[in-house]
């Protein structure tokens, strides 16, 4: 699709990784479509996920009690947010589309990359009060997580051993992302890649890039609690 921007953001230690070729397969299948495509491959980076006052650079508003989100709020918009966290910003701006691709850690994202969530989706440039959920400051944007899972699809079922996959995805995809605002399209899950076959996990990427090829017609699911609940 041209004329589309794709931001990814990328958090495995591994290139030959199935996290690795997954994230090589959007690129080939984005970039053929003519979208843009910028990465954030974050171990790479060297990414600091830790959210700590010299994450602003002019003076703090109250030093005497820090709090890290008043404080960042007030340094984005004075524009003295320290330059990492800016450079970040500045890829979601453009980005219509922003693909997650992780490994599933403890049920969530790799610290790495909630690191760079509590850092870059700062008040004032990713939500507000008002402007959360539906009037999130991102609301023009699209976000997917693609990840992969050390467990099965069964025991991701309802009466599976882990429990429902979607219990998982509220926080990630209706705590954060729609709670920024952002437009969720369908996750793409690549169960337990590291116990199946060399052939089967060829087809699980061969999945990925046909829905790949047509992933801008897809419509968002709907955020709200009956699709993860019912
Ligand atoms: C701290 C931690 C917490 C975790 N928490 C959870 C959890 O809560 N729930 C859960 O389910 N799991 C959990 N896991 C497991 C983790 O999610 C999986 O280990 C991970 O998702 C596997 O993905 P990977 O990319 O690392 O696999 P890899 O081991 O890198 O890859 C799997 C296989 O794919 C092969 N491969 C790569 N590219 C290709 C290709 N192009 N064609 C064919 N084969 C290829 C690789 O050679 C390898 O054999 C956790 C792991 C850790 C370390």
Known sequence: MPGKNVLIVYAHQEPKS??????????????????????????SMNFNAAATRNDITGEL???????????????????????DILKEQEKVKV????????PLYWYSFPAIMKGWIDRVFVQGFAFDFPGCYDTGLLKDKLALLSFTTGGTEEMFSKDGMSGDI?????????????????????????????????????????????????????????????????
């Open 61 to 83: 508003c109250n030093p005497q009690h820090f709090r890290y989100g008043t404080e960042t709020m007030e340094a984005f918009k004075k524009g003295v947010l320290c330059e």
């Open 166 to 230: 979607r219990y998982v995805l509220w926080p990630m995809q209706h705590g954060i992302m729609h709670f920024c605002g952002f437009k969720v399209l369908a996750p793409q899950i690549t169960y337990a890649p590291e116990y199946v076959g060399d052939e089967k996990r060829k087809n699980m990427l061969l999945l990925w890039a046909r829905r790949l090829e047509a992933i801008w017609d897809e419509r968002p699911i709907e955020c709200t609690p009956p699709w993860y609940f019912q």
């Open 95 to 102: 980005a219509d589309l922003i693909i997650f691709q992780f």
């Open 18 to 43: 199935m996290n690795g070729s997954l994230k090589n397969i959007a690129v080939d299948v984005l970039q053929k479509q003519g979208c843009s495509i910028i990465i954030s491959d974050l171990y």
